[in-house]
């Protein structure tokens, strides 16, 4: 199994992008799928993250109420839409992938064994 996002690129603070990350692998619908981000000198930082059947989300304090995750298992497919984005989202965006199928919110931020590469997203102000 790959993963590999995209969509990243330079926007206006208040604007929006949409984030997207592929899956090749029968097994994707499986597992639960997260967006995490790491900002220049930052330590890598949980976003949000979906249920394998799509039926749960969680999010960081951060993000929530701005973000949506969203998933489409026959595409193969997880998106992060980004809305209302201020200087402070400016990272580095990964997408993840967890073996489990539920989320388990006391341990939602860790477990993940596949990353895909990194998309930049820059927010100017």
């Known amino acids: 199994v790959q993963l590999q996002a995209s969509g990243g690129g330079l926007v206006q603070a208040g604007g929006s992008l949409r984030l997207s990350c592929t899956a090749a692998g029968r097994t994707f619908g499986s597992y639960v799928m997260g967006w995490f981000r790491q900002a220049p000198g930052k330590e890598r930082e949980f976003v949000a993250a979906?249920?394998?059947?799509?039926?749960?989300?969680y999010y960081s304090d951060s993000v929530k109420g701005r973000f949506a995750i969203s998933r489409d298992n026959a595409e193969q497919m997880v998106y992060l839409q980004m809305n209302s984005l201020e200087p402070e989202d400016t990272a580095v965006y990964y997408c993840?992938?967890?073996?489990?199928?539920?989320?388990?919110?006391?341990?939602?931020?860790?477990?993940?064994?596949?990353w895909g590469q990194g998309t930049q997203v820059t927010v100017s102000s």
């Open positions: 979906i249920s394998a059947s799509g039926g749960s989300t």
């Open positions: 993840a992938r967890k073996r489990q199928r539920t989320i388990i919110p006391g341990s939602v931020q860790t477990g993940y064994d596949l």
